[in-house]
């Protein structure tokens, strides 16, 4: 099967029955474990990319949370929240078809602080200075959560 096409596909499919330009497929040994196209609109969740949702899908289905010995096809570069998703699960390989600068013409995400073509810029700013406001309050009782879980873990 030619997976390129299988995401490409996945992503026209939904893109005709009112969803997003996005769609992503997660093979295991030549096989397809898990597949989604976005789902943001039909869900009414902004988590619910396709990454994402073939993500979750795949690491239930192999009851773990890494996917070191799979590959993941997905329509465009990832979104900063994909791409963490992607770090986190540790594929053995993205393979990505379309890139933003070539899909920004057709293409415009309509969030209040997210814009494509400049929302990585957001990530070297400091916290002070990014669009979103931000601000920390500390309390010193929030480290014990992390001592605990320290402790339960052997660390």
Not at 7 to 22: D, H, Q, S, W, Y
Not at 58 to 85: F, N, R, V, W
Not at 108 to 125: A, I, W
Not at 128 to 154: H, S, T
Request: glycine letters at 4%; proline letters at 6%.
């Amino acid at each position: 099967m030619n997976f390129v096409k299988r995401t490409i596909e996945l992503a026209l499919k939904n893109v005709e029955e009112g969803g997003r330009p996005f769609a992503t497929v997660i093979v295991r040994d030549g096989e397809i474990i898990a597949e989604s196209p976005n789902l943001v609109a039909q869900m009414h969740d902004p988590t619910a990319h396709a990454e994402i949702v073939a993500i979750r899908e795949a690491c239930k289905k192999l009851q773990t949370e890494h996917l070191t010995d799979c590959e993941i096809y997905i329509l465009a570069s990832p979104c900063p929240m994909c791409l963490g998703a992607l770090y986190y699960c540790s594929p053995k390989k993205v393979t990505y078809i379309t890139a933003r600068e070539d899909y920004a013409p057709y293409y415009k995400d309509d969030r209040k602080y997210f814009e494509l073509e400049t929302f990585y810029d957001e990530y070297s700013k400091p916290i002070e200075e990014r669009r979103l406001p931000m601000v920390q309050q500390k309390d010193e009782d929030g480290i014990r959560v992390y001592k605990r879980w320290a402790e339960l873990n052997n660390q």
